[in-house]
Nanobody, 125 residues
């Protein structure tokens, strides 16, 4: 079984920063990519960012491009999401996800096999 555990969420003022972490543990699994998604109250879960595990190519939603940075530490089996210049529209539960094989667009939520439990990010104005 694979577990993804997020941490680093919290309450921050608009314009501030947070760094989310997602540690993968459990059985060894091949990893094509890991990503971050978010879900605000009353809205569907949406893509935020993804990183190809081999090679490190990164992909971002237009709404976070230039403000968020996804990175990984292969040795620690951990992916990070550095979030800067946060605003109220970034308030959501943030979920870490992993996919074991290439399954199309990195933006496609259905392509991910494993999910974390989510961490709340609240941006106050």
């Amino acid at each position: 079984q694979v577990q993804l555990v997020e941490s680093g969420g919290g309450l921050v003022q608009a314009g501030g920063s947070l760094r989310l972490s997602c540690a993968a543990s459990g059985r060894t699994f091949s990893r094509n990519a890991m990503g971050w998604f978010r879900q605000a109250p009353g809205k569907e879960r949406e893509f935020v960012a993804a990183i190809k595990w081999s090679g490190g190519n990164t992909y971002y939603a237009n709404s976070v491009k230039g403000r968020f940075t996804i990175s990984r530490d292969n040795a620690k089996n951990t992916v990070y999401l550095q979030m800067n210049s946060l605003n109220s529209e970034d308030t959501a539960v943030y979920y870490c996800a992993a996919r074991s094989v290439y399954s199309g667009s990195y933006y496609y939520i259905g392509g991910y096999d494993y999910w974390g439990q989510g961490t709340q990010v609240t941006v106050s104005s």
